[in-house]
């Protein structure tokens, strides 16, 4: 059973940083994607970012690109989302989520295409 706890979510001023980590547990990541995604209040969860843990090949949703910073640390065995520039619209619950299969076409932004879930952690940015 994978185990994926979330932290380093909190209050911060639009245009500020926070930095979000994700320590998975159970058998071994070494070859699975580690994705981020998000849920405001009354939307549907959305993909954020997503890393390969082996290759640190990154992928991004339009919107937080060039803002938002996917990375690993195998010595830590923790992945981050390096949030800077965040804006009031990037107010949600972010969630970590884990992939053991392999992505095909645009999978890899799909909910259901993850197998592993954290609780989440609250991400709130005032204007």
């Known amino acids: 059973q994978v185990r994926l706890v979330e932290s380093g979510g909190g209050l911060v001023q639009a245009g500020g940083s926070l930095r979000l980590s994700c320590v998975p547990s159970?058998?071994?990541?070494?070859?699975?994607?580690m994705g981020w995604f998000r849920q405001a209040p009354g939307k549907e969860r959305e993909f954020v970012a997503v890393?390969?843990?082996?290759?640190?090949?990154?992928y991004y949703a339009d919107f937080v690109k060039g803002r938002f910073t996917i990375s690993r640390d195998n010595a830590k065995n923790t992945v981050y989302l390096q949030m800077n520039s965040l804006k009031p619209e990037d107010t949600a619950v972010y969630y970590c989520?884990?992939?053991?299969?392999?992505?095909?076409?645009?999978?890899?932004?799909?909910?259901?295409?993850?197998?592993?879930w954290g609780q989440g952690t609250q991400v709130t940015v005032s204007s």
């Open positions: 989520a884990a992939a053991l299969k392999a992505f095909v076409g645009s999978s890899r932004t799909n909910p259901q295409y993850y197998d592993y």
């Open positions: 159970g058998p071994t990541f070494s070859n699975y994607n």
């Open positions: 890393i390969r843990w082996s290759s640190g090949t990154t």
